[in-house]
């Protein structure tokens, strides 16, 4: 997905330009701290205690020009407007966090104003389409159908969260004034795979084949996830 997120970057921005970037629900701060390391101005905002002192220990180790470019907020995502004014970004991420988000409607508003007019809105979310994939590979046969009539399912962590389907983002987006522009499907191939697997001999070749397939239809539409880029008009 980092590779997707570049190309939309390198697509749509001058070479070189600093980019201000938000990412909302940032985690441990894995995608922030490496478009910081790029150059790039980053605000992470995190709800989560102990994510944040993760990301914050992780910044500590870093050199002093990258500590200079990253801060981090605890806040909740949809309290945006609290913490920024709008327009005050070249790019937005909300990467892995819809799916947690009851409406999450009114989060993709506030996320769209603060985007800079030709701003970027990368979203990262379980693909609604393809539910039934999972339980389906696995032999779960009754839980593989129940899935084909729902947008709800029991995570890897054992919580009760929703999926989004790719035609309702793409009207959402529309909505909100920043259209879908190019989207992706994120593990085609690998969902299935254990937690804490052994990385194979062969990841470069595997890493080839999962981004082909995420750009490849129909290969991308049952993905286990679904990466979308909007852009601010």
Same mark, same amino acid.
């Given at each position: ?25 940032? %985690?441990? %701060?894995?995608?922030? #701290? ?8 980053? =605000? ?20 002093? %020009? ?38 999450? *409607? ?16 990368? #979203? ?25 009539? =729902? ?12 999926? *989004?389907? #790719?035609?309702?983002? =793409?009207?959402? #987006? ?26 194979? *001999? *062969? ?12 750009? =490849? ?17």
């Amino acid at each position: 997905m980092a590779r997707q997120l570049d190309e939309q970057i390198v697509g749509r921005f001058p070479v070189g330009r600093r980019l201000r970037v938000l990412d909302v629900g940032m %985690g441990q %701060g894995t995608q922030a #701290l490496r478009l910081a390391r790029a150059g790039h101005q980053v =605000t992470g905002l995190e709800q989560d205690a102990t994510m944040v002192a993760v990301a914050r220990e992780s910044l500590a180790g870093e050199p002093e %020009g990258i500590r200079e470019r990253m801060r981090i907020i605890e806040g909740d995502g949809r309290d945006t407007g609290v913490h920024f004014l709008p327009g005050s970004f070249d790019v937005v991420l909300c990467h892995g966090v819809l799916m947690y988000v009851e409406e999450p *409607d009114p989060l993709l508003a506030g996320l769209a104003r603060m985007l800079a007019p030709g701003g970027l809105l990368s #979203l990262l979310v379980r693909n609604g389409d393809a539910l039934a994939i999972r339980p389906g590979l696995s032999g779960d046969w009754s839980g593989a159908l129940a899935a084909f009539d =729902t947008v709800s399912y029991r995570n890897r962590l054992g919580l009760d969260v929703r999926a *989004d389907r #790719l035609k309702d983002l =793409t009207s959402t #987006l529309a909505g909100i004034g920043a259209p879908l522009h190019a989207w992706y499907g994120v593990r085609v191939f690998t969902d299935t795979a254990a937690d804490g697997a052994e990385v194979p *001999d *062969d990841v470069e070749t595997l890493l080839a084949v999962e981004e082909k397939a995420g750009r =490849t239809d129909p290969y991308r539409g049952v993905a286990a996830l679904l990466h979308l880029c909007g852009v601010r008009g």
